[in-house]
């Protein structure tokens, strides 16, 4: 079975510049997830998605972060302009259907250094 | 924020069982202990998760303490590949919870 796929595995940027990340879950997961992970901190989550539609957003600076799932699969992480605290490596998950007891699924991640 | 204590560091002998403590206090009685681990440089992967009874898998078991304040991961025969970033996180049964992981417990496993 086929894991989580992330793509870029790396990315450097400079502050105020534009980055996108992408993930695509375990097939049939309807639930997606991405968290930030700075660097010696466990992973915070940053927006759940189930299928297309947002369950929790309340992490996730807005003013700067955005993040779509087109068609209930592949999802996008964007950030724009990126700040010198975004560097970090961000981290996608899928699970079955959200519910608790579930296993969620990671991704190898995106490691995002802004200059 | 987490709602689990655990120790930063430990270590273990390759071979030897290893026993990661969690202190849980405040545990809700819908709240189910998970345990995940991350590997350097790659995401984490689930490892367990119980309610009040002890579990057992083929990666580890877990020991609830019967009040569900604390518990203790235990990976029987710890090899290298063990070591990693242990986390202990509590959740709860019902709806989509997220999970909201800690500091951990950095275990490393010597030869």
């Known amino acids: 079975e086929a894991g989580v796929a992330q793509s870029p595995r790396y990315k450097i940027i400079e502050k105020r510049q534009s980055v996108a990340f992408w993930c695509n879950p375990i097939s049939g997961h309807a639930t997606l997830y991405w968290y930030q992970q700075i660097l010696g901190q466990g992973p915070k989550l940053l927006i759940q998605f189930q299928n297309n539609g947002v369950v929790d957003d309340s992490q996730l600076p807005k003013d700067r972060f955005s993040a779509e799932r087109l068609k209930g699969v592949d999802s996008t992480l964007k950030i724009q302009p990126a700040k010198l605290e975004d560097s970090a490596v961000y981290l996608c998950?899928?699970?079955?259907?959200?519910?608790?007891?579930?296993?969620?699924?990671f991704g190898s991640g995106t490691q995002l250094s802004v200059l | 924020d987490a709602k689990t204590t655990q120790p930063t560091s430990m270590d273990c002998a390759e071979g030897r069982a290893a026993n990661l403590p969690c202190n849980h206090s405040t545990i809700s009685g819908n709240e189910y202990v998970y345990w995940y681990r991350q590997i350097h440089s790659q995401g984490p992967q689930y490892i367990i998760h119980?309610?009040?009874n002890n579990e057992t898998n083929e990666m580890a078991s877990l020991i609830i303490t019967e009040d569900r304040k604390s518990s203790t991961l235990i990976l029987p025969h710890a090899t290298l590949r063990d070591t990693a970033v242990y986390y202990c996180i509590v959740r709860a049964i019902q709806g989509a919870q997220k999970l909201v992981f800690g500091q951990g417990t950095r275990l490393t496993i010597n030869p």
């Open positions: 119980g309610l009040k």
């Open positions: 998950a899928s699970s079955l259907a959200g519910r608790t007891g579930e296993k969620l699924f």
